[in-house]
């Protein structure tokens, strides 16, 4: 069919339903790029579209162009040449309030596998629909955390309550809203309330301000699975605590699934009571650290798997040793290579460009890494109960032996400082054995779990 026989916005509602169902774009993708496209003109040579500036043209014609004459082809018959006006900020009329034409594949008869999928596209309400376990890079750090959610999700009430708690940027949020959605898969009626605690806090005090307490002990009582994220926001206020300890043993008496997250472990959270506190470690906690470089390169392959524009491993691996703090530091580095390669007309990416454009972002790591070995021996000797003078002192009963070792850890660790300029700041001792010390705490560490969540709670403490 010629393309003058079609109405344009016809044509255009039709290439973008052709690019709405192919598979190589994701729907913020699509939502991004191509609904703010309008519709001008079409001839027997080209197709006009308007755009809102020539930024935004360069960008969607390297990266898009040829899926947009796919897709024109496909809806007119015929090749036409794309052709961009800018200056257009909004679709006109009201075009892109009338409902889109799908492409849909040939009907074919329904198998229990096809139902099933069908459930997969449900989300739970106010979740990412991202964050499921699928799109969580497991490693060692976070593997028991991972094991624990899914089996929380698909085997309710084998660890209840489930509290996963770590920095922020690890992956404590994702984990908990890939169970909602799981649950969710499993058990299409479950009632599933993910909230984060500030917004529960905020939720009960207006509920008391309306006279409406009821309102919010029965939804949350109703639950079949809580989560709760940032649960440490508990310890602002002592009736919220209270409301809290009464719902909690409702839905726990009642056999529904609680997990909770937060930045500390529960015996950490200043200002919670007691009893909580012993609710919270009835089941099973579990502590996600900052992932090894080996994990970062895995998260950033995995994250640009969605980008269209691709960045060299060898480029991935400095991101991955240079930005060790978060996993959201880590995508928003990649996020910003793969935006200046789109807007530079897909430039590669080589370590020296990736290292000046994201100089700001290293600078920050760096600052946080400025740990002085001074801070280290005070946190120690702080967290063990013991003088300053005893870590820095050749006394070496095991009470301040083990301490000490586990400064000289923490110093080769979390430092810059060579051997020997740790030895000398403990005392004059020799690089012997600031190495010694460093694999007795490594070996213990894997062999006493006590030994590695109290070093977790001295990091915390010295990088704070």
Same mark, same amino acid.
């Given at each position: ?16 339903? +052709?690019?709405?169902?192919?598979? #190589? ?24 579209? /308007? ?10 014609? #390297? %990266? ?66 991202? =964050? %499921? ?20 999700? #698909?085997?309710?009430?084998?660890? #209840? ?9 690890? /992956? ?40 409406? =307490?009821?309102?919010?002990? %029965? ?38 699934? +609680? ?17 909580? $506190?012993? *609710? ?34 060898? $480029? ?10 978060? &996993? ?40 946080? *890494?400025? $740990? ?10 702080? =967290? ?6 005893? +870590? ?13 070792? &586990? ?9 810059? =400082?060579?051997?020997?300029? &740790? ?38 403490? +010295?990088?704070?």
């Amino acid at each position: 069919m010629e393309a003058t026989e079609k109405n344009i916005k016809d044509i255009w509602k039709e290439s973008r339903a +052709i690019l709405r169902n192919n598979p #190589n774009l994701g729907r913020e993708t699509f939502e991004q790029w191509f609904k703010c496209i309008v519709p001008i003109s079409i001839n027997s040579e080209k197709i006009v579209l /308007g755009v809102s500036d020539d930024f935004f043209g360069d960008i969607l014609m #390297n %990266n898009y162009g040829d899926l947009i004459k796919e897709a024109v082809f496909k809806a007119v018959g015929s090749e036409l040449v794309i052709e961009l006006e800018f200056g257009y900020d909004a679709p006109v009329d009201d075009y892109d309030d009338e409902p889109e034409k799908e492409i849909k594949p040939e009907p074919k008869e329904l198998t229990p596998s096809d139902l099933n999928m069908d459930l997969k596209t449900r989300f739970a309400s106010n979740c990412h629909p991202e =964050h %499921n376990f699928s799109a969580f890079v497991v490693g060692e750090e976070s593997q028991f955390a991972y094991v624990a959610a899914v089996t929380a999700a #698909n085997n309710p009430g084998t660890y #209840n309550p489930l509290f996963i708690y770590g920095g922020t940027g690890l /992956g404590k949020t994702h984990l908990l809203q890939a169970v909602a959605h799981e649950y969710l898969n499993n058990h299409p009626a479950a009632i599933i309330e993910y909230i984060p605690c500030e917004a529960l806090v905020n939720y009960y005090v207006d509920s008391l301000r309306a006279g409406k =307490h009821w309102e919010f002990r %029965n939804r949350f009582r109703a639950a079949d699975v809580l989560l709760v994220d940032d649960i440490q926001f508990l310890s602002k206020g002592k009736q919220i605590q209270e409301e809290f300890f009464n719902m909690f043993n409702s839905l726990y008496n009642e056999g529904k699934q +609680i997990i909770l997250a937060s930045d500390r472990a529960p015996s950490e959270i200043n200002g919670l009571e007691d009893r909580l $506190v012993s *609710r919270f470690e009835f089941g099973v906690t579990t502590e996600i650290i900052p992932p090894s470089v080996e994990t970062r390169i895995a998260i950033l392959r995995k994250k640009q798997e969605k980008h269209l524009i691709k960045i060299g491993d060898d $480029v991935l691996a400095f991101i991955a040793s240079r930005i060790t703090s978060n &996993i959201r530091r880590l995508e928003g580095a990649l996020l910003r290579l793969v935006a200046y390669s789109s807007a530079m007309a897909n430039c590669a990416i080589t370590i020296d460009l990736a290292e000046k454009l994201l100089v700001q972002l290293i600078d920050q790591e760096t600052a946080a *890494r400025k $740990v002085s070995i001074e801070a280290i021996q005070k946190v120690v000797a702080d =967290h063990f109960e013991i003088k300053l003078s005893d +870590i820095l002192g050749s006394r070496r009963p095991k009470n301040i032996a083990n301490p000490r070792m &586990i400064a000289m850890y923490l110093s080769r660790s979390m430092t810059d =400082h060579s051997l020997p300029e &740790i030895g000398e700041a403990f005392g004059g001792r020799n690089h012997a054995t600031v190495i010694n010390a460093v694999k007795k705490i490594e070996l213990l560490c894997k062999k006493d779990d006590d030994v590695k969540r109290n070093i977790s709670v001295m990091k915390r403490a +010295i990088k704070s």
